[in-house]
């Protein structure tokens, strides 16, 4: 292994530029091949590769989902809630917190590119871009290292979508309210594709502006402390250009951007709520705290390069810089308070976290290597530069100081086809520094010098896996795999308030590495399918989280985490017209109550998700009138009773409908009805919560009605 590792560095030297694979995916489109697109995958891979070759749980989430979520909410992470098992509650708001799959943090690419900073997980990561622009969404379930640093719950990969022969336009423009003056929001997006000979263009661009929300009682929603979605405007700008060229067109060049921007448009306050009461946080018109409005501001750059026949493999590879800013509302809790600038209690500020990442991810397959039938190897090296910082933006104070992190990941993947089986193994190394340069904590950490320093994160992640197809209906699989993160490391650096500390002495930045065995099937026949797996994870220096009391913000536990799961999916075609599927996942996570102890504290709802049962009806009325009708349940759960850590979470059914009618060459309509039942509930991250300016309820019943026409 370490000989093939070796090879991949030197293979690496080779490479000169950058190229995605699910754009060489396309460039293969013509070719004959028994193999669809809806088939195969290529997050964790780089290259093609068919779903049951694969030793894991993956999804592939379809331009249909996400169309059908769409015609329902602009919620960008709604569709993973609605179509990925162990994909927690959507939290409705601009953040992700709490948001985890199988009860961890997972890694969220935008073709292929990270969208969040291993350094300082914001919670922003769910709106990068408009799902406008993305084709289909592939998710790895579980620990994972193949795409670098942060996935330890898994990859979630957002594609965007790919030229058609020809030129095509699509107007899409949505409207929606909940009966409300204010509540009223709308969008309009064009969507531009051309291709012809050698060269393709995608050009799309979208505006949204969101109204207030309501919950089932009329009330208004509570504005969340990390930043909310509600009474705010998006606008996306993407663009991708390529041309194949050289021999047979064997060779690709392409260059893609993406501007994405989300901001607060400030004609609201937050109302803190009163859970004594059962009175929820709400928000009434006025000038929100401090100067400025949050926001997310996302900018990424891609160019890339493929062979088709480089050395006898197929050569991708990326060069990219991705910039990502975040600012967050304006608070006057404690922690923001200093007295050399204004008296205790009366200073409001916010932060800010930006982060900028320079990089380039490399791969290399070559099948039938030595002349072996079926026998594959993948193999290269990634590379990352990413600087990130946390500042108070009113007052221009340090909070997170300036991190730095450098890391080269060489890998190699070895798998054999051998009639029904196919093996699998490899390792990925992971050599990567953290930096930090010294700096002094705020007036509420006692304005303790904290000496910089640096860490050194060097470890190999290997992986096996196994799949037997028994016939062409029934495959299982048997796996193990280890995923690499670092903790958040911005909130131990904030948060260090005793003197003589230095970065490299700080125990709660050492890595997570995550062990990952799995078992599962797959089983498709005809007009039925059913998937299931079982998971178990574990941690040894893992991370779970609490809320500090006094300001509200959560506090890094680190300890032995492991977690437990078992899910399904399954679905049955009574006809062309009329199909079901169906979905379950139970997740326990546990830790413990004092350090060297037992692991018997159950993890609550910031980490891992109550039990989930999704189901969703498609029904074809007519040749032009279908409908989808879904049902999603949460059950109740009661954790840690008479001990820290208590909780409970109360269970609850939402049903969604959408209804589109065909009008042929006028375009297709489409009216959404999300909670159709107006049910009224509390979000169930908020029930974990514990402050009352966290007492969120979700929302009520919303309508909205989409026009999309292409031409």
């Not at 946390?390 to 890391?407: C, D, F, I, N």
Request: aromatic fraction near 8%; charged fraction near 20%.
């Amino acid at each position: 292994m370490k000989t093939l590792l070796s090879s991949s560095i030197t293979l690496a030297l080779l490479l000169s530029a950058s190229a995605q694979a699910q754009d060489n995916a396309s460039a293969d489109r013509d070719k004959p091949t028994a193999t669809t697109l809806d088939n195969v995958i290529v997050t964790g891979t780089r290259a093609p590769k068919a779903v049951d070759r694969i030793p894991g749980a993956v999804s592939i989430i379809t331009l249909q989902e996400l169309n059908n979520s769409l015609s329902l909410t602009e919620d960008a992470t709604a569709v993973l809630t609605r179509t990925i098992p162990g994909y927690s509650e959507s939290t409705q708001a601009l953040t992700n917190s709490g948001e985890t799959l199988r009860g961890r943090i997972a890694l969220r690419l935008f073709d292929g590119i990270p969208q969040t900073s291993p350094l300082r997980e914001t919670n922003r990561a769910g709106s990068f871009t408009d799902l406008g622009v993305i084709g289909r969404i592939e998710v790895v379930n579980g620990p994972s290292a193949a795409e670098g640093v942060g996935a330890a719950g898994g990859i979630i990969n957002y594609i965007s979508k790919t030229p058609e022969e020809g030129s095509h336009t699509t107007v899409s423009t949505r409207y929606s309210t909940q009966g409300r003056d204010d509540s009223d929001g709308w969008k309009v997006g064009l969507t531009f594709g051309h291709k012809e000979d050698a060269y393709d263009l995608l050009l799309s661009t979208s505006f949204v502006d969101r109204g207030m929300a309501y919950d089932a009682k009329g009330r208004k929603i509570g504005m969340r402390g990390s930043g909310t979605i509600n009474d705010s405007e998006s606008k996306n700008l993407f663009l991708k250009l390529g041309s194949n060229f050289g021999e047979d067109g064997m060779q690709r060049l392409q260059a893609s951007v993406s501007r994405f921007n989300l901001t607060g448009k400030g004609n609201y306050t937050g109302i803190n709520g009163d859970r004594a009461k059962n009175i929820t946080s709400t928000s009434i018109a006025g000038t929100p705290l401090g100067a400025k409005t949050e926001f997310n501001d996302f900018n990424q750059f891609v160019l890339s390069y493929s062979h088709a026949d480089f050395f006898g493999g197929t050569l991708l590879a990326d060069t990219y810089r991705a910039d990502q800013a975040m600012r967050y509302p304006a608070e006057k809790g404690s922690d923001k308070q200093d007295p050399l600038i204004a008296p205790l209690g009366q200073l409001v500020d916010q932060s800010e976290v930006n982060s900028q990442k320079r990089g380039v991810r490399t791969s290399w397959t070559r099948g039938d290597l030595f002349g072996v039938e079926g026998l594959e190897l993948r193999a290269g090296v990634d590379v990352v530069k990413d600087l990130t910082d946390q500042r108070l933006a009113l007052t221009h104070r340090v909070w997170v100081p300036p991190m730095e992190y450098k890391s080269t990941a060489p890998y190699a993947q070895l798998s054999w086809d051998i009639g029904p089986l196919t093996v699998s193994g490899g390792l990925r190394q992971e050599d990567g520094t953290l930096s930090v340069d010294s700096y002094t904590t705020t007036y509420y950490n006692k304005r303790v010098f904290v000496e910089g320093g640096k860490l050194d994160y060097k470890t190999e992640l290997p992986n096996f896996g196994v799949v037997y197809r028994f016939n062409e209906q029934l495959s299982a699989y048997a796996s193990y795999s280890e995923g690499f993160s670092l903790p958040n490391v911005g909130i131990p650096l904030r948060n260090i308030n005793k003197p003589g500390q230095s970065v490299s002495g700080i125990l709660d930045l050492q890595a997570i590495i995550v062990e990952n065995k799995e078992v599962g099937l797959n089983w498709r026949a005809g007009n039925a399918s059913f998937s299931g797996s079982y998971y178990r994870s574990y941690s040894d220096f893992g991370v779970s989280l609490s809320t500090d009391p006094v300001t509200g913000d959560f506090v890094m536990n680190r300890g032995p985490v492991r977690i437990n799961g078992i899910e399904f999916s399954g679905s049955y075609d009574f006809n062309d017209d009329l199909k079901i599927n169906a979905m379950y996942s139970h997740i326990v996570g546990k830790t413990w109550f004092v350090k060297n102890g037992p692991l018997d504290k159950r993890m609550g709802a910031n980490d891992v998700s109550p039990d989930k049962i999704g189901v969703n009806l498609y029904w074809r009325v007519a040749e032009q009138v279908d409908l989808n009708l879904g049902a999603m349940t949460l059950l109740s759960r009661t954790l840690n009773q008479g001990k820290s850590g208590a909780e409970h979470t109360s269970g609850r059914t939402l049903l969604d409908l959408s209804v589109n009618y065909d009008t042929g060459r006028f375009g297709r309509l489409t009216l959404g009805v999300e909670n159709l039942f107006n049910k009224q509930y509390i979000l169930t991250t908020s029930e974990a919560s514990s402050s009352n300016d966290d007492w969120m309820a979700g929302r009520g019943r919303v309508f909205a009605l989409s026009h999309n026409i292409s031409f």
